[in-house]
């Protein structure tokens, strides 16, 4: 791992107020990295056996908008579900991994604030999404050409995206007291509102109440907002997007806080 | 000079249960400070309150001066736990979880030799490098209580660092923790070994159902609670006059009480008068588990 250094530049750099946060951050970093072929590589592959499957089954006989591909409608769902999943899978997995094997303890004997806490697991699990997102985009233009007409939004809804999920995967982790609950809120919870956020489709191709029930989903704000950033079209407006995105973002942070500050589950 | 560690009607409730009952509690800078009880006196809820892992129904506590909750970053910094479970992250290997260990109570590079101190003085310099997983039962110890000494705290809880540990890692152990405490680091110490709290430690407190019910030098202790034995082989039975010491009775064999030495003089004059010749005799030092005992135990099995 010594080629890794030069990243962190910061080491030496860091004054001994920050380096409680900069710590915790760097290791939560290196946490994924260890393990990367679970954690950036196999999400990767499986993004593009989705894309090289749907696209190879339904280019020819969906179209979503005009002069767009199927295929590269896909590629920004692909991205945002796996920016999505991999950021609440990061800290979900780190905190209750922790938990499990009882080295939470050593955490939580430091001097580590609550909003440091949280900053360290947060921005972890962002750069695992981002990560992610970003590679399956660069291999995904070996094969289709997507456009990026609004580059601000695209990383604006990233930023917001993995931090929301990985906002949730704090939360989640903090509540599961075992690997089984922490599934069940993986596959209950954010597969499903991935799956039906339209990853796959536009709603537009959906019945009048299925398309109101999309609306209700907090995913499909950002999957959209993220997209209208490639191709300039959205089913809703990007602002909209961004509003319902942020806001859920505010509470969820502000829930997660409360939860570290509190001590609950965690100093009980 | 703020005392290490400072501790003030504290109470702490579970529900119904009542953990701790009223525990006020003083150890100065620089002592080696036993806390020994049963299972269920209310240690590890101490110990957990020291750290910040609980939160008090009442009361307060200090750590050099500063307070857990209201100043809990200066508190914390200024304490190491070593807890009692063998915990440890799968992902890192020792040096590596030392120097992050470091990193959270805002130390850098400019540690990293301390922490090599702590590797070298625990014995783990050839698996500073194997991944935390890897290692073995003892080693595992090891690195638990290398982490907890990885930011240099001042005042160290040591929560029974030797259940299940060989001789040579815990001799070596106390050799290296009586080198820190000689440095002037505070030691607090729980441990299943009474012995162990008797030759190490100046000070003990001995805690039973949520309470403190002895308190002193562990000299003080020995010599107040418990008496000298007198261990007697007859040749004929023990006379009238000294069955008031009598404390263990079997066929010829006897056990007397003593509280002094000079009693043993009294002891055998009787004897010689009776004429009960003496087969075989032995005078034992009495220790910290007959002080135990006799404080906070009728149960036979003794966990400290």
Known sequence: MKWLSPFFWLDDKVSPRWRGVYTLFKKELLRFWRVAFQTIASPILTALLYLLIFSHVLESHVKVYDQVSYTAFLVPGLMMMSLLQNAFANSSSSLIQSKVMGNIVFLLLTPINTLEFFVAFLAASMIRGLLVGLSIYLVALCFVSVPTVYPGWIFAFALLGSALLGTFGIIAGIWADKFDQMAAFQNFVIMPLTFLSGVFYSIHSLPPFWQAVSQLNPFFYMIDGFRYGFFGHGDVSPWLSLAVVGSFLLALAWLCLKMLKSGYKLRS | ?304
């Open chain 2, 1 to 304: 000079m703020a005392a290490a560690i400072e501790i003030t009607g504290i109470t702490k409730r579970f529900g119904e249960f009542e953990a701790l009952r009223g525990v006020d509690l003083r150890i100065e800078q620089g002592e080696f400070f036993a806390l020994l009880g049963p299972n269920g006196a209310g240690k590890s809820t101490l110990i957990n309150l020291l750290a910040g892992l609980l939160q008090p129904t009442s009361g307060s506590i200090r750590i050099m001066g500063h307070d857990v909750q209201t100043d809990y970053q200066r508190a914390r910094s200024a304490l190491g736990v070593v807890p009692q479970e063998l915990v440890f992250d799968p992902f890192f290997n020792v040096r590596e979880m030392l120097r992050f260990q470091a990193g959270y109570f805002g130390h850098g590079p400019e540690n990293d030799g301390w922490v090599d101190e702590v590797i070298e003085g625990l014995g783990l310099t050839d698996k500073a490098h194997t991944n935390m997983r890897k290692l073995s039962g003892g080693m595992k110890r090891r690195a638990l209580i290398a982490q907890a000494l990885a930011h240099k705290p001042p005042v160290i809880v040591l929560d029974e660092p030797t259940a299940g540990v060989d001789v040579e890692l815990r001799q070596m152990l106390w050799a290296f923790i009586q080198k820190l405490n000689q440095q002037g680091h505070t030691i607090i110490l729980t441990t299943h070994y009474l012995e162990e709290a008797e030759t190490l430690c100046e000070r003990v407190a001995m805690m039973k159902q949520g309470k403190i019910v002895a308190l002193d030098t562990t000299r003080a202790l020995l010599k107040s609670h418990a008496a000298k034995q007198l261990s007697l082989r007859l040749a004929g039975a023990l006379p009238e006059q000294l069955s008031p010491l009598l404390k263990q009775h079997n066929g010829d064999d006897v056990v007397l009480a003593l509280s002094e030495l000079s009693q043993v003089e009294m002891v055998l004059s009787v004897l010689r008068e009776a004429g009960v010749a003496i087969v075989d005799m032995q005078l034992q030092e009495a220790d910290l588990e007959d002080v135990f005992m006799r404080l906070v135990g009728n149960q036979k099995g003794v966990h400290a």
